[in-house]
């Protein structure tokens, strides 16, 4: 206990700080698995609103993802003559839904037939939207894209751990309940006895005397244990009926030391990232509904198969060399300007006229692993015996997490997990195995969690992003020295191109990012082009 | 306990399908033969094999015959670039362009025991051994 100004008595805000680190801890992999989950608030500046496109100014869009169909739909409302060029034979790029029916072959020349049943569907790349992602919000709302919530914290939703508990999962509200109330006794023991020394003053204590018992379920002594209130938080052993059934029966708290060992508190923070926060929506249907309702506006734009392999410019115009898909039909197009949306790492192998700054730029960015795994069972069986209704369950396996559907809920029909969704070493180590393989990993995992696996699946699909012919990875995975370096080399106008996905953002991997880079990329060239004229 | 561990790695390198059909009574239903996979944020592999199993083959294909979509991921295989050994070390520990580096996820050891494989594999025959100290020096 120390004095400070005016004689208070103060609790150190290090000392808590660093109780609080010593119990809460944090691993590698969670902040890893984190990376791109730093962006904050999207600063969406509204409905961009070109005018005055000089006549006849063409411009070429490479590439029909997300990005791209917002530059496309965007630059044709200003009067320019827009043509888009894509690769695959479809828009949307990785905004992609996988469905009963659709085929897709990966790197390697592995196949997959998705023989998910109508209506059933995985999204192998974004999957969820929050609500301060304004950009990608606003193109939904703009084209009539109907949302429905996303389920990301679900606390009836398992966590898991192959070394605690026995390898049995744990309900999200036990950990989180028992953990929020061990940690409010501790630190209550800790003020009572004036452990802490400095920088909370007396009043401030009894404040967060009070604090801590409402946040951690404490009772009138500041315990945690089996009440009333824990287990309106955790759950009751006999839950509290009607008439003249069982009197409610407490639930007994998870043990501090068993828990803390346990590592499962690592998942309890993953709702707390703003892009994680609640209300956080899908489309109804897929996560390929928004660019396709992009794509509807600006479709007679779009041409499909057409790979691009040489991007030359003059100080005249922009000449862009294709084939076909397959390496064919090599032919050319022109234009007065060109906004480029391919991926770094495929764009890094495509001959393109730029200075040095953005060739170097291009060349700096990595491309991130990750697997995703669509599993369809015979039945709803997480919500008909498990009681899970949309949400995630987190395991230290290297399947990672399984997450349930967040739509058609109490179906009687099929249901469609995402099995596993995967990041480092694993994913690695899952890309490299043949499709068939990824899947009974994915199930033979995930029944640990689900032993009703085992019974009832039926079939799925599995993308690792690495065999994405188109990407060629997941997504740039900027370093820190790296942005330093190139980020604005990447993102300046070069002559007569401009380049501009989620790779040129600073909130890469979401689509929101790919939104803000179409905006800002366009708006910059067309006020060139407009002071050019 | 050992026996099966021991059964099931050799599995792996044999092709199980004429093993488990020699060791019925050691491999159960509900506990199918699983590949290595690695725990955490280190690969668990060891052995040039499974070391190019677990990191390279994804991209550049089990028989390191490369890959070609919008872009591609060059051959492993009779790739003349090989020659220079720091080229590869280089490559694996920090990255090429859109190939992310796996420094971090990797020993010396395991990184030169990946070079070396590929080097003296599918097609490549470059006998200079790479030590983990030449790898500590490109780190």
Redesign the interface.
Known sequence: MSKQDGGQELISRRALLSMIGKVAGG???YT?MNAMGFAAESPYAGRLNLQGAPKGTTILVLGAGVTGLVAAFELRNAGYQVKVLE?NNRAGGRAWTLRGGDEYTE??GFTQRCEFDKGLYINPGPWRIPYHHYGILDYAKRLGVPLEPFIQVNYNAYLHSKKAYGGVPQRFRHVQTDYQGHVAELLSKAVNKNQLDQAVTTEDKEKLLASLRSWGALDKDNRYLASHESSGRRGYDVPPGGGLMPKPVPSQPLALSELLQSGLWAHLAQGNDQTHHSAIFQPVGGMDQIAQAIYRQVADLVQFNA??TKIEQSERGVTVSYTD?A?GNLQQTKADWCVCT?????L???DITVGAAMLDAI?A?????SVKVGLQFKRRFWEQDDSIYGGISYTDM?IQMVSYPSTGYGSPGKGVMLGAYIW???A??F???EPK?RV??AV?YG?KIHPQY?QEFETGVAV?W????????CFG?WSEAARTQHYKNLCQIDGRIVLAGEHASLIPAWQEGAVLSAHDAISRLHAQIKSKA | MKAIIFCRALALQLGCATLLSLTPALVHADDPVLPPISEGWRFIEQDGPSLYRAICQGCHMPDGQGAKGAGMYPALANNPRLAASPYIVYNVLHGRHGMPGFGNFLSDAQVATVANYVRSNMGNHYSDAVSAADVAKLR
Request: aromatic share 8%; charged share 10%; hydrophobic share 30%.
């Open positions: 691993s590698a992999m890893a690769y790197l390697g790979k691009v898909s390496g391919i991926p770094l790492s495929i890094s192998q495509i060349q960015v990595p491309y991130e692993a290297p480092g070493p694993n690695y180590e890309t490299s195995l393989e009974r990993l033979h029944s085992l690792g690495h065999r994405v012919p188109w990407t060629n990875g995975n």
